[in-house]
T-cell receptor, first 113, second 116 residues
Framework: DQQVKQNSPSLSVQEGRISILNCDYT??????FLWYKKYPAEGPTFLIS?????DKNEDGRFTVFLNKSAKHLSLHIVPSQPGDSAVYFC????????????FGDGTTLTVKP | DGGITQSPKYLFRKEGQNVTLSCEQN?????MYWYRQDPGQGLRLIYY???????QKGDIAEGYSVSREKKESFPLTVTSAQKNPTAFYLC???????????????FGSGTRLTVV
């Protein structure tokens, strides 16, 4: 049972436009959600997180939205830049799971110049 | 610079051999984790440790073993019992389980293990 799902394996957008990456989860015990960015042959880099008590968190060009009733979160990147091209992983964590994170399968974002 | 060092970057193993992947951090983090990534898939948790001399199995611990004798080090041994060991292995750390939830993990650059 995959508890964190990223249903779009890939996304392609034009430079300067908005990128929207989606993530769904099934476990209502998750209390933190995180996004990581990963380049090939490297480890993921933490990007942004959101607590389950919030519905929005913003950091520069990156905004994460959380819809608890739908068990859905999304990462918005505005404006998209070619350097944003990478694999983006959604992850979820629960205090009762001692902070261990469960990851989705990732979405490959390509930003075209 | 503080960070996590994984070595080697590439590792080849013959079938039936055990192999140990190194993970060292100088971030003074309490918690450390080992994840495995297969092509087109997400990261799956192998083992984690929240404190020195203590570690817990993750979701796919069979065929793996770890130790946590020092705060800085969390080596992973891939044993011959692991049926499909070829994968990209990632080590991560966080200040502690609670803090990790808001701040995310710090990952190493990974070790790609290939069984030949």
């Amino acid at each position: 049972d995959q508890q964190v799902k990223q249903n779009s394996p890939s996304l392609s957008v034009q430079e300067g436009r908005i990128s929207i990456l989606n993530c769904d989860y099934t476990n209502s015990m998750f209390d933190y959600f995180l996004w990581y960015k990963k380049y090939p042959a490297e480890g993921p880099t933490f990007l942004i997180s959101i607590s389950s008590i919030k519905d929005k968190n913003e950091d520069g060009r990156f905004t994460v939205f959380l819809n608890k009733s739908a068990k859905h979160l999304s990462l918005h990147i505005v404006p998209s830049q070619p350097g944003d091209s990478a694999v983006y992983f959604c992850a979820a964590s629960a205090w009762e799971r001692a902070g261990k994170s469960t990851f989705g399968d990732g979405t490959t974002l390509t930003v075209k110049p | 610079d503080g960070g996590i060092t994984q070595s080697p970057k590439y590792l080849f193993r013959k079938e039936g051999q055990n192999v140990t992947l190194s993970c060292e951090q100088n971030l003074n983090h309490d918690a450390m984790y080992w994840y495995r990534q297969d092509p087109g898939q997400g990261l799956r948790l192998i083992y984690y440790s929240q404190i020195v001399n203590d570690f817990q199995k993750g979701d796919i611990a069979e065929g793996y073993s770890v130790s946590r004798e020092k705060k800085e080090s969390f080596p992973l041994t891939v044993t011959s019992a692991q049926k499909n060991p070829t994968a990209f292995y990632l080590c991560a750390s966080s200040p502690g389980p609670g803090i990790a939830n808001g701040h995310g993990y710090t990952f190493g650059s990974g070790t790609r293990l290939t069984v030949v």
